[in-house]
């Protein structure tokens, strides 16, 4: 855990601040009720319904995430979560996983909440 008592936060630290650095390190993020996305590299998590391009009636309900700050901060709780199926680097990658086969994805993701 980095100390936080020992730094002094400007205001110009703050305005910089991202997702990935916030939860760094102030260990939380309020995007987590995934309610409010205070920045832009918020990871956001939706229910999907996945099919398998080999067994295209083989079917699973789960969870994905687009996760922006994925290899910016690896601790993030966020980002290790086992529920998560697979992490998107971007809106552009989890549309294209929407796509019919070839995209790129070994998964179609056919149904979703968000
Ligand atoms: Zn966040």
Redesign the pocket.
């Known amino acids: 855990m980095p100390n936080t008592e020992e730094k002094v936060w400007y205001w110009s630290d703050l305005a910089d601040l991202t997702?990935a650095t916030?939860v760094e390190n102030f260990g939380f993020?309020t995007?987590e009720e995934q309610e409010h996305?205070?920045?832009d590299d918020?990871p956001r998590f939706f229910q999907v319904l996945v099919s398998w391009h080999e067994d295209p009636n083989d079917k699973t309900l789960t969870n994905v995430a687009i996760a922006p700050s994925l290899s910016d901060y690896p601790d993030d709780p966020l980002l290790n979560d086992d529920r998560i199926f697979f992490y998107f680097a971007n809106q552009e990658e989890y549309d294209q996983a929407k796509r019919p086969n070839p995209n790129g994805f070994e998964f179609r993701i056919e149904e979703t909440n968000g």
Do not use: E, I, L
């Open positions: 997702h916030q993020c995007c996305f205070p920045y918020c």
